[in-house]
């Protein structure tokens, strides 16, 4: 948390924040809060927050987002990523998807054996993804799992 809160300090009095904050407030309370860098360009969503109140229901998440995305043309940046994965609320702001991919490389026989075990989890990993039905199990259960 402290290098977080460092990232969004530094570079902040000359207006260039390593990381952006942009929040969203509404009856006293923060009801959104997007956190992303920006090259100049593309701006980068690196995490996001909704509030748990009874405000949830009226999308503040995706009415900040459209403010980020209004700023971030305003400034003449040519590119938003709103990061790796899906979410119904991502195609909303963006055409398409980049296509990712992980590279292993392993020089040693302890390096293969660990290259294989990564291709393996990533690859379960994509399989659970393509997969709603077993999205919405593993959802389901982290949330019933104590943090």
Request: proline content about 3%; hydrophobic content about 40%; overall charge positive.
């Amino acid at each position: 948390m402290e290098f977080i809160a460092d990232a969004c300090r530094d570079g902040l009095a000359e207006g260039r924040p390593v990381i952006e904050l942009h929040a969203l407030e509404g009856g006293g309370d923060v009801l959104a809060v997007i956190g992303g860098v920006c090259d100049g360009n593309r701006f980068s969503v690196m995490f996001n927050s909704i509030t748990t109140s009874p405000y949830a229901r009226k999308s503040p998440g995706i009415i900040l987002m459209s403010h980020v995305v209004a700023n971030c043309a305003a400034r003449g940046l040519t590119s938003f990523d709103l990061g790796a994965g899906r979410a119904d609320f991502k195609t909303h702001f963006c055409s398409d998807a980049e296509r990712r991919f992980d590279c292993y490389v392993s020089y040693s026989l302890r390096g293969h054996v660990l290259a294989w075990t990564l291709r393996r989890s990533s690859a379960l990993k994509r399989f659970l993804k393509a997969n709603p039905a077993l999205m919405s199990a593993i959802a389901a259960a982290r949330r019933r799992t104590p943090t």
